[in-house]
Nanobody
Framework: QVQLVESGGGLVQPGGSLRLSCAAS????????MGWYRQAPGKQRELVAR???????NYADSVKGRFTISRDNVKNTMYLQMNSLRPEDTAVYYC????????WGQGTQVTVSS
């Protein structure tokens, strides 16, 4: 059974940092390009960062220079280091393949507020 479990969210002040994790099971994680997505209230889900199986990365303009995506194919885990957080980064964050090919997990809530 394929499962994606996101964790690491929370409440943080503007300018703060968080590190999200995505643990994958039931899938050959290493062969997939993966992505971090987010959905803010009233908005569509958007892709914020993507990483290929070989580790090449790209980012949405809104997070470029602040977020860093990485992966550990041995641990079947992907990460999102988020620095210099802004209130507009508030959203539920999800992971999936870059083609959104797996069932969505429950996500992890990130709230940036003073």
């Amino acid at each position: 059974q394929v499962q994606l479990v996101e964790s690491g969210g929370g409440l943080v002040q503007p300018g703060g940092s968080l590190r999200l994790s995505c643990a994958a099971s039931g899938v050959i994680f290493s062969i997939y390009a993966m992505g971090w997505y987010r959905q803010a209230p009233g908005k569509q889900r958007e892709l914020v960062a993507r990483i290929t199986s070989g580790g090449r990365t790209n980012y949405a303009d809104s997070v470029k220079g602040r977020f860093t995506i990485s992966r550990d194919n041995v641990k079947n885990t992907m990460y999102l280091q988020m620095n210099s957080l802004r209130p507009e980064d508030t959203a539920v964050y999800y992971c999936n393949t870059a083609l959104e090919g797996l069932s969505w997990g429950q996500g992890t809530q990130v709230t940036v507020s003073s």
